[in-house]
């Protein structure tokens, strides 16, 4: 994936602010991003962050057969790995161009300044030899990686501990840190890289470019040099044109800012062995800041809790009292029952009366209309065996009634059965006195 081209006003904004010595992070012309050193649990194990660019460094070590050429000397190999993680626009898989670039130029840093004795390296001539591998992987793409990724290399380097080994004729035996402790590679010096961003055929010079004034540069030199001033390895890209003097400019301002990194890896790696040595915790998550809510630990507040009983009573007494809860009545509805603090239980109660409905239910006949009969008086009995007469000039309805299995409808026609047969029968004893009476 390509990535996003920068649009024309932003580009010209850059150059018009690079033209009036104005940086969009608010440094200056020389100034360097804020580098923090973070080592890890194990040895050899580090994260370097150059303003947001980060980078992982992790050495390990492995016996092997030496070069034929070089049968007393170690093996020194540098990958530097540029995964989508850090950008969008790295592809994973296979090196791009970049990739290839920044590896060759980290190995004229480092192996071919002779940083490192190699040949302290050596186990026994021509047979077993240790290779030692730095991996680097750039977690976020901000600019400038080559700056980030050769601290973090030689960080790294320094920060590594190698198995001690012991040779008894052709045996070779390799001890682990339990039993003997781990020996620190012997480093010579320290190589640095320092980056420098041409603009406008080289008329404008900024130190440690940001991702976005690499888009508008025009061209890049960079220089390895460490504290005493030696340069280890120079390359220049971009296809401008500098003069003598640009190069002796850019060479003084790396001095400068190669010893100042050098003091600071000296005291990270200080303040590591000096926790290591104490017993402190030590560790990436230890680093972190506590403040912040993805961390994965908070600072602890203390806690004084040696009168708590004494503060206890103190409010108990000037608390006031709770006030006397009135309790409202409660109006319960048919089918339904209560229990509780102060109050019956009535829970059997509405079993009984659901086993005698239920009871009722099951012979409790079930009500269905029939047509009206009229025009002559009809004679029916009902539940009680008392015979209802119907008249001639009244219409009513005639019931049958059958039975039914259903409980749910039962309970609700039988209801209506028997108001429809108590109002039947007052008819019929209101129709039977005023027989008597005429009678």
């Known amino acids: 994936m390509r990535e996003t081209p920068l649009s024309n006003c932003e580009r010209l904004f850059l150059l018009q602010a690079i033209t009036e010595k104005k940086r969009l992070d608010g440094r200056q012309t020389y100034d360097y991003r804020n ?27 492995e016996l092997v057969a030496p070069k034929m050429n070089r049968p007393t000397e170690g093996i020194l190999f540098f990958n530097l790995e540029l995964s989508p993680v850090a950008s969008p626009s790295f592809e994973p898989g296979r090196p791009s161009e970049l990739s290839v670039k920044l590896n060759r130029l980290l190995e004229r840093c480092l192996r071919n300044s002779k940083c490192i004795d190699t040949e302290s390296l050596c186990v026994a001539a021509g047979e077993k030899v240790w290779q030692i591998r730095v991996d680097l992987h750039l977690l976020n793409h901000e600019g400038n990686i080559i700056d980030a990724a050769s601290v973090a290399a030689i960080a790294a380097l320094c920060h590594f501990k190698r198995p001690d080994v012991s040779v008894q004729g052709e045996e070779v035996t390799v001890y682990t840190p339990e039993e003997r402790d781990p020996v620190p590679l012997s480093i010579h010096h320290m190589p640095i890289c320092i980056s420098f961003a041409f603009f406008q055929q080289g008329t404008f010079l900024l130190v440690d470019p940001s991702e976005r004034e690499e888009r508008v540069m025009d061209g890049l030199l960079v220089i390895a040099m460490n504290k005493h001033r030696e340069i280890c390895t120079v390359q220049s890209s971009g296809g401008i044109m500098l003069l003598k003097e640009q190069v002796l400019r850019c060479s003084k301002i790396a001095g400068v800012k190669v010893t100042e990194i050098t003091e600071l890896i000296q005291k990270a790696l200080e303040n590591d062995k000096k926790v290591r040595k104490e017993g402190g915790k030590f560790g990436f998550a230890e680093s972190l800041p506590g403040q912040r809510i993805t961390a994965l630990k908070m600072e602890k507040a203390p806690v004084d809790t040696s009168d708590v009983e004494d503060k206890a009573e103190e409010i108990l007494s000037k608390a006031e009292p709770p006030s006397d809860v009135v309790s409202k009545p409660v109006v319960w509805a048919a089918g339904t029952a209560q229990i509780g ?14 086993d005698d409905d239920g009871e009722d239910a099951e012979c409790a006949p079930v009500a269905i209309e029939s047509p009206k009969v009229t025009g002559q008086s009809a004679k029916k009995k009902n539940s009680n065996g008392d015979v209802i007469i119907l008249s001639d000039s009244e219409e009513e309805e005639v019931i049958i009634l059958q039975p039914e299995v259903m409980l749910s409808e039962t309970r609700v026609t039988a209801s209506v059965t028997e108001k429809k047969m108590g109002s039947a029968k ?11 009476s005429t009678h």
């Open 35 to 61: 580098i923090k050193i973070t080592f890890g649990t194990d040895y050899g194990c580090c994260i370097v962050e150059l303003g947001k660019t980060r980078v992982l460094g992790q050495v390990s070590c």
């Open 341 to 354: 603090e102060g109050v019956g239980n009535s829970w059997g109660e509405l079993e009984e009366s659901e």
């Open 426 to 436: 007052k008819r019929s004893s209101s129709r039977n006195k005023k027989k008597k």
